[in-house]
């Protein structure tokens, strides 16, 4: 139940288009849903979070879409560009707790 | 500003020995997180300090430990190191109170031979 299941495990877009990952969970208990990306060499830095009480969340190219009936969450890229090749996280916790629970990672490679 | 600091960045360690690796949070951030990342298990939750108590802690064995100072800087320890544990030990801070939005480091890339 503590689980943050994410696909796809890889993703190939070329430049331009919209990139798209998904991520559900479980446990209703999770009230805050950031997304990470990382570089290789580097750690992960947060991008954009969501709160179940918001629907979207939408930061210039990255927009966070949430179903809370679903339990799903997804990341989508607009006008997708090549340096935003690499991998993106999802994660999830709960209210007062520090603890990230993150899903297993996308991949992804924008094709110029 | 500057960001979270983590010393070393590569380390070479044998089975057995143990090792501690630091953590200098963001200034003004009381929380800081360990988490390891590796290709097979991800990036999973190690512990978390908050003015010198541990207030949550992962599903690691006993080998793992951690301390934080009083000023904020945090170490790890592993102790009785094996193969398994060669990972990237990534350290993350934040205020501690009122947000969750958590900043990390660069990590420490831990080899055991």
Redesign the interface.
């Known amino acids: 139940q503590q689980q943050v299941k994410q696909s796809p495990q890889s993703l190939i877009v070329q430049k331009g288009g919209i990139s798209i990952i998904n991520c559900a969970y479980e446990n209703t208990a999770f009230d805050?849903f950031?997304w990470?990306q990382q570089f290789p060499?580097?750690?992960?830095?947060?991008l954009i979070?969501i709160r179940p009480d918001v629907s979207e969340k939408k930061e210039g190219r990255f927009t966070i879409s949430f179903n809370k009936s679903a339990k799903q969450f997804s990341l989508h890229i607009m006008d997708s560009q090549p340096g935003d090749s690499a991998t993106y996280?999802c994660?999830a916790?709960m209210f007062g707790?520090?603890?990230?629970?993150?899903?297993?990672?996308t991949r992804l490679l924008v094709r110029p | 500003k500057a960001g979270v600091t983590q010393t070393p960045r590569y380390l070479i360690k044998t089975r057995g020995q143990q090792v501690t690796l630091s953590c200098s949070p963001i200034s003004g951030h009381r929380s800081v997180s360990w988490y390891q990342q590796t290709p097979g298990q991800g990036l999973q939750f190690l512990f978390e300090y908050f003015s010198e108590t541990q207030r949550n802690k992962g599903n690691f064995p006993g080998r793992f430990s951690g301390r934080q100072f009083s000023n904020s800087r945090s170490e790890m320890n592993v102790s009785t190191l094996e193969l398994g544990d060669s990972a990237l030990y990534l350290c993350a801070s934040s205020f501690g109170q009122g947000t969750e939005t958590q900043y990390f480091g660069p990590g420490t890339r831990l080899l055991v031979l």
């Open positions: 805050y950031p990470y060499g580097k750690g992960p830095a947060l979070a996280f994660a916790s707790s520090y603890k990230l629970i993150f899903g297993s990672g």
